[in-house]
Every structure is written in C-alpha cells, then in structure tokens.
C-alpha cells in the first residue's frame, strides 16, 4: 500500500472533479454532511470562512454537492501527492489506480472529525462561494 501523507488542511475545495479514489466513501461523508449541518448554521460558519461573497443557495444546501466538492477535492490532493511521488494515480482505462484508492481508504481511515469537519466547513464555503457567482455575478 502506498503509505504518503496528506495533510488534511493542505485540501482546498474548488469545484467539482473525478473523485474515483475516494467514491466509495461517499455515504459515508454525505452522512457526516448532514450532522455537520444539523450542528452549524450558515451565520456561524460564514464567520469562521475568509471575507468574501456569499450565498446560502442551492449548492450550499445540497449535501450531495457539497460532498461531492468535498470528496473531488481529497481526490485531487491525492493525486497529485502520487504524482509527486512518481506514481501514476490512474490506470490504462483512465480510473483511479489501485495505489490511488489503497490511499483514499488509508486518508479516510485516518481522519479525525476535526479534519473532516474542516473539509466539510471548506466544501460548505467553495458551494456557498459557488452559489454567489451563479446568482449574482455571472453575466449569462
């Protein structure tokens, strides 16, 4: 198994991509969505995220974006560890390798609830941030 680390506040959420490598953990961190969202308002955890627009739309709402932001961004973050290490994080048919999903299952594993509850505070903030710039600022 390939054992790299990953620091869990060096993920940034920033939209939504493949998330091969860790797709089976997502029941899983749609659940803890949920109780984070039971726990926290959008008043509170807007004043804990860098100033800047935002807005309580769609996106933010959604468990399932959220958690898919949440999950694309772990994902890339592997992947590009495994790059850096020289490995390739997909095989010939273009899905996560075997090394990429053994280190998504390490990665969850290992998490704490303090991290996971910063990545889900973070792809909270990347859906928010989201649904300002779709329904204010983007000129269709």
């Known amino acids: 198994m390939t054992t790299l680390t990953i620091d869990p506040k060096s993920i940034k959420a920033n939209g939504v ?4 490598s860790v797709r089976k953990h997502n029941a899983f961190v ?6 984070f969202r039971m726990r926290y308002t959008y008043e509170e955890l807007v004043k804990t995220w ?3 627009d935002y807005y309580e739309g769609r996106r933010f709402q959604c468990n399932e974006d959220v958690t898919a ?3 694309s961004a772990i994902s890339g973050k592997i992947s590009s560890v495994l790059r850096e290490a020289g490995i390739d994080p997909f095989n010939e048919e273009g899905t996560a390798s075997k090394q990429a ?3 998504g299952d390490y990665f969850m594993s290992t998490l704490s609830g303090t991290d996971l ?3 889900i505070s973070d ?4 859906c928010a941030s989201s649904d300002h710039w779709y329904t204010f600022e983007k000129e269709w």
């Not at 749609?30 to 109780?35: D, G, K, L, T, W």
């Not at 792809?123 to 990347?126: K, V």
């Open 17 to 20: 991509s493949y998330y091969g």
């Open 30 to 35: 749609e659940n803890a969505v949920s109780i």
């Open 50 to 52: 860098p100033s800047d």
């Open 69 to 71: 932001r949440l999950l």
């Open 101 to 103: 999903i053994e280190m």
């Open 117 to 119: 509850n910063y990545l």
């Open 123 to 126: 792809a909270m903030r990347e």
